[in-house]
């Protein structure tokens, strides 16, 4: 099993893949409407990946146009996003510890990246970070546990057991690596929820991203109060 750096075994070109840029288009469609961002506004993106396997790997990046209002934030060392897209800051940088001032950015966002950073702690100090250094707002995604098809294995129904039982039988059927709480640990609604409120986040709501009437991904937007 070879798993690219965006925590992924799906081919590009692949069912899978297609399934997940279109997603990916609506994430994006939902981040402009929810925020409603201003044209001068900052964004932070965390979560910035060295992989390049799919159009839509770092899709912010590729798809917002005012590209010098963008920093992008990862552990992997994807500087190539300053060439292929002029305008854009790259830090590379741990998102659980942010090297920026408070309210460094209007905006922070951050797509599928809050499943890969640990435990239910180290997820609360991930949007703690988000949100200390949001001057308006942070808009997070995540995939849904309660969605039938894991799709960074592609295997229906497993995640849907207790956590041992289901890291179990991944690491059973060849799936070590997303068998280990720290590569890969799903949140349900309530589970999102509950860690944005251990984060320290006052004012936020969990939407969703549906494929065929089944909610695919979980969206965190969170603002801050008596800001425009």
């Known amino acids: ?103 460094a950015f209007d905006n922070v966002h951050s797509s599928a990246v809050l499943e890969h950073v640990g435990s239910r702690v180290r997820q609360a100090r991930f949007l703690r970070e988000l949100w200390r250094v949001a001057r308006k707002s942070i808009f997070v995604t995540t995939p849904n546990r309660w969605f039938p098809v894991e799709f960074h294995t592609v295997l229906p129904l497993v995640h849907w057991l207790p956590p041992k039982l289901h890291r179990r039988i991944f690491a059973l059927l060849g799936k070590g690596f997303f068998a280990d709480e ?32 089944l909610s695919t991904n979980l969206v965190l937007v969170g603002r801050k109060r008596d800001i425009l």
């Open 1 to 103: 099993m070879k798993v690219n750096a965006q925590y992924n075994v799906a081919r590009p070109g692949s069912l899978a893949a297609e399934i997940a840029a279109h997603q990916r288009r609506k994430m994006y469609a939902e981040f402009c409407e929810a925020i409603g961002i201003r044209g001068h506004d900052t964004i932070l993106d965390v979560g910035a990946t060295s992989d390049q396997s799919y159009d839509h790997s770092n899709y912010l990046e590729a798809w917002y146009p005012s590209k010098s209002c963008l920093t992008a934030v990862g552990i992997d060392d994807a500087g190539f996003l300053q060439l292929k897209y002029p305008g854009i800051r790259f830090v590379r940088s741990d998102g659980c510890n942010l090297p920026f001032s408070d309210g």
């Open 182 to 213: 720290r590569n890969l640990n799903l949140l349900s609604r309530r589970t999102l929820a509950r860690t944005a409120v251990a984060a320290g986040i006052e004012r936020f709501e969990v939407r969703t991203v549906s494929l065929l009437g």
